[in-house]
């Protein structure tokens, strides 16, 4: 019923710039929070930052200062600015939503397939 399709990643040296991309479709009659996870292999996925549809954010510590996340109502958008990269930022990114299902009335979380981001020392 809803997709998420992610899209940027890919490979950065250390101090680097790197943008993501997640667009949300099917039959979405609204969406909550859309958010940004990471996970490394054998690791629990791990929230990096969120985005109310008010535009609240929540930045993971590790993060603050480095990346931003913004997004658009009207295209069911949501954006990831990646600043200041670190090797310690190489992950599997996955964007993830809470959707409320037009004909429903409890919203959802639907997730990206991710996209690899790697950093290079």
């Known amino acids: 019923q809803v997709q998420l399709v992610e899209s940027g990643g890919g490979l950065v040296q250390a101090g680097g710039s790197l943008g993501l991309s997640c667009a949300a479709s099917?039959?979405?009659?609204?969406?909550?929070?859309m958010c940004w996870y990471r996970q490394a292999p054998g690791k629990q996925r791990e929230l990096v930052v969120g985005?109310?549809?008010?535009?609240?954010?929540n930045n993971a510590d590790s993060v603050k200062g480095r990346f931003a996340i913004s997004r658009d109502n009207r295209k069911n958008v949501v954006h990831l600015q990646m600043n200041s990269l670190k090797p310690e930022d190489t992950d599997v990114y996955y964007c993830a939503a809470e959707v409320l299902v037009r004909g429903t009335f409890h919203a959802t979380t639907y997730w990206g397939q991710g996209t690899q981001v790697t950093v290079s020392s």
């Open positions: 985005i109310t549809s008010s535009g609240t954010t």
């Open positions: 099917g039959s979405i009659f609204s969406i909550n929070t």
